[in-house]
């Protein structure tokens, strides 16, 4: 699993920091989300799913690894 940013969507609610601390951060300046790190076990998988099902504005993209090879090869 990847997870990708559209930062440009971020509002600053804070949802993913305070749902998955260990891998999301606000910027302090802007107050939009920064990835700290990609997930790297199942509890941090869980994690960034329910921090982007949590994102009111839709920021945090979840792709899992079958997906990216699919569109990897079309």
């Known amino acids: ?3 990708e940013l559209d ?3 971020c509002i600053g609610a804070g949802m993913c920091a305070l ?3 260990d891998l999301f951060d606000q910027d302090e300046d802007e ?5 700290l790190a990609q ?3 199942p509890a941090q998988e869980r994690a960034a ?4 099902d949590r994102c ?3 920021t945090i993209r979840v792709v899992d690894d079958h997906a990216r ?5 079309t």
């Not at 107050?31 to 990835?35: I, K, Q, R, W």
Request: overall charge positive; cysteine-free.
């Open 39 to 41: 997930p790297a076990t």
């Open 69 to 73: 090879q699919e569109s990897a090869a």
């Open 19 to 21: 749902t998955a601390s």
């Open 49 to 52: 799913r329910q921090a982007a």
């Open 7 to 9: 930062v440009e969507r």
């Open 56 to 58: 009111p504005s839709g």
């Open 1 to 3: 699993m990847k997870i």
């Open 31 to 35: 107050g939009t989300v920064v990835l």
